[in-house]
């Protein structure tokens, strides 16, 4: 059944929204860092520092999508069959789409306007560079690994669902412990624990975070200045362990499984759930008819196929926009990224049949 646009949860939305902004933003930084790293010191400089503040404090794109995950799916009574009908669909068409699209276009792009996604024309050079978008692996759809990550996460939700739907919120709080303990020894301390955990570990211990922080009802979980706190403190944790771990020649990316950015995903999850408790005036959040919300809705309904596209952008401005300083490079190009791809999806699902394969949700 559709769901009509009035009956959207806003914060939902926002929260689709901010996804694809950090997927970009995190992609952006990994082809712009290599111009901040000669900034590196005892005391790293702001250029630095704000660089680093891109590639890891917004790593949480993925996370979130998959508490958003969580947060919509779990609990509810469907079958396996509706349930996998449903999804399976909607991700592999555009995967699929795109795929050979964005294929296309890099090979036409390499052999008219000397793009370096492939370096021969062969048949097989080309097959290649098709099975290797496909896997993520082809330049330009680096990406795309998220298809296979999040299609093994759906496959695993009914038996997750099933569990959650016949259990109280203390049930999933056990659960969570342990999830949180995979993200501090498997992917902070990088520690083998004598205990296998790997049934708890992430993705789908961030899906199960989705369900249980949509409908915990705990003072502490519902307190906007709490979320406030913990994503701020989160960030600056991911920071000082950046720092830390960093080097004149490498730039350390912290996992996105990692502890910090655990809390750091449970903090703006829960500033945007409560955000409306501040009580603070900005009327142009709340009229449904807007530009915000109007553009908010837009990037959450083309969010899929925004993701699938948005690399093959990326690699396209990186050669064509000159560099000129880090800051205005990285919002150029940005800037670009996200209004060709939204653009992109509003014109092509305005396409009949088309429309129904692009990843608009």
Known sequence: MTVSKSKRIFYFDALRAFV????????????????????????????????????????????LFLLLSGALSLGRVWDIRSFLGKRIPRIVGPFVFWGLILS????????????????????????QFVYGAFMATSHGFEPYWFFWMILGTYLIMPIFNKWLANSKLEEA???????????????????TFPVKLSYFTSPIGLVVLGYYLRHTERDLLNNPYF??????????????????????????TIDRYSLPLAFEVIGVFLLFKNFNKFNMSLNFTKNPDGVFRKFVFALAKYSYGIYLIQGMYLCIYREIVPYYELYSHVLILFILILLSSLI????????PYVNRVIGAK
């Open 344 to 351: 992109t999806m509003c014109l092509l699902n305005k396409i």
């Open 20 to 63: 694809i902004i950090c997927v970009i933003i995190v992609h952006v930084y990994a082809v712009t860092r290599n111009y901040a790293m000669p900034e590196y010191d005892m005391i790293p400089s702001v250029k630095w520092l704000f660089s680093q503040v891109l590639g890891n404090c917004f790593r949480i794109g993925v996370d």
């Open 104 to 127: 296309a276009v890099g090979i036409l792009l390499s052999y008219y306007c000397g793009f370096e996604f492939l370096q021969s024309f062969d048949a097989y050079s080309m097959l």
């Open 227 to 252: 979320a406030l706190i913990l994503t701020v403190l989160s960030a600056i944790l991911t920071m000082i362990v950046v720092c830390c771990l960093s080097s004149p020649s490498e730039m350390f």
């Open 173 to 191: 709080e056990y659960f969570l412990i342990f999830w949180l303990s995979t993200c501090l020894f498997d992917y902070t301390l990088n520690f």
